[in-house]
């Protein structure tokens, strides 16, 4: 498609079908406009709410650009948020995601370094010296190791080396932030996903109606892409909607300024080290132990919200999220105390 006629009927407040936007999508991904022209077409959708349909034929096209990994048989779940909420909050979902992996529900993460925070799990992980890797053997052995394997976007999205430059100069949220969940290339049957508003939540669980996957996609009613503890928050399943408060958790209501993450890499990490080995501070873990309860509530909803988080409790302070860190980093430091 020529990309002038979509950029003037966007700007029109047009909007393009499923099959349109997926052919501009890998367009744009195979190097057919320039960076300006990227740069405007981001630029409009900062600017004007994007449709189902645009969002399921971007969705597409990166699905289909994707290197696809085929992880069925460990029965994993993703716990990744669109990012986008401008709270910067700490690598919660990184978080979570070990303390589901050591409470025995296998995890896919899917993540990227940083483009409107300070550090994503990417930038994270890479810190403590994971070497990111889209072997599917490799991968598979963390999996048997940890219980837990990382899937670096970029690696695994190759058609999007790009727009990652491009994203990067913006600095601010894309709809690439929206897509990020959708795009697990291993196609996890349960997903967690945290989106940054209530008209997102709505799209997305629109679309993963559609799916046979078992999602749980939560929005903070006061901005965050997670469970913030701060106030209350929308869940909506496959079963479902309702607004949950913290005390439905087992947990308290906490300042926003408590669940601040850092301002760089390094302070980022400390904090992550400090709360993985059990010694966070009380809203810090309780933030945690809320995403990660979820988590393993939408892998057995048996478990009931209260029970979910108390499993996640036990693998926290038992130190056995502390342990799957270690195993999939190839450390055996102790951490902070």
């Known amino acids: 498609m020529d990309i002038k006629e979509v950029l003037n009927r966007l700007i029109e407040h047009k909007s393009l ?13 195979q190097g057919s406009y320039n960076e300006h022209q990227v740069a405007a077409f981001l630029t409009v959708y900062m600017m004007r709410s994007i449709t189902v349909d645009e969002l399921e ?13 085929d992880l069925s048989d460990f029965d994993t779940i993703d716990l990744c948020g669109t ?10 979902s990184t978080l979570s995601s070990f303390i589901v992996a050591g409470a025995g529900q296998a ?4 993540g990227n370094n940083g483009v409107s925070s300070v550090c994503g799990s990417s930038n994270l992980l890479a810190h403590f010296g994971y070497e990111f890797t889209n072997d599917p053997d490799q991968l598979r052995r963390d999996l048997e190791k940890a219980n837990i394997c990382f899937l670096h976007a970029p690696l695994f999205h190759p ?6 430059p491009i994203r990067r100069n913006l600095g601010v949220k894309t709809f690439f932030n929206m897509l990020g969940p959708m795009v697990n290339p291993a196609s996890p049957a349960r997903q967690l996903v945290g989106v940054f508003s209530l008209e997102l939540a709505r799209l997305y669980g629109y679309l993963y109606q559609q799916t046979d996957k078992e999602f749980l996609i939560i929005h903070a009613l006061d901005g965050y892409d997670e469970v913030s503890l701060t106030g209350n928050a929308k869940v909506i399943t496959r079963h479902g909607d309702k607004i949950i408060e913290p005390k439905d958790l087992g947990l308290g209501i906490h300042p926003a300024n408590a669940i ?20 966070g501070a009380e809203a810090q873990e309780e933030v945690v132990l809320a995403n990660a309860g979820l988590a393993l509530y939408c892998g057995d909803p048996s478990l009931g919200y209260e029970g979910a988080v108390d499993k996640a409790r036990e693998s926290l302070k038992s130190g056995k999220a502390l342990e799957t860190f270690k195993k999939l980093i ?3 430091t102790t951490y902070a105390s």
């Open 330 to 332: 190839n450390k055996s």
């Open 57 to 69: 034929g971007f969705r597409d096209a990166m699905l289909e650009l994707c290197l696809a990994l």
């Open 17 to 29: 079908d499923r099959e349109e936007a997926r052919e501009v999508l890998i367009n744009l991904a």
């Open 260 to 279: 601040r993450g850092g301002n760089d890499i390094r302070e980022t990490a400390e904090i992550f080290e400090k709360i993985i080995s059990g010694n």
């Open 159 to 164: 058609a999007m080396k790009n727009v990652a």
């Open 83 to 92: 990012g986008g909420d401008g709270k910067n909050t700490f690598n919660i």
């Open 107 to 110: 995890v896919a993460k899917h």
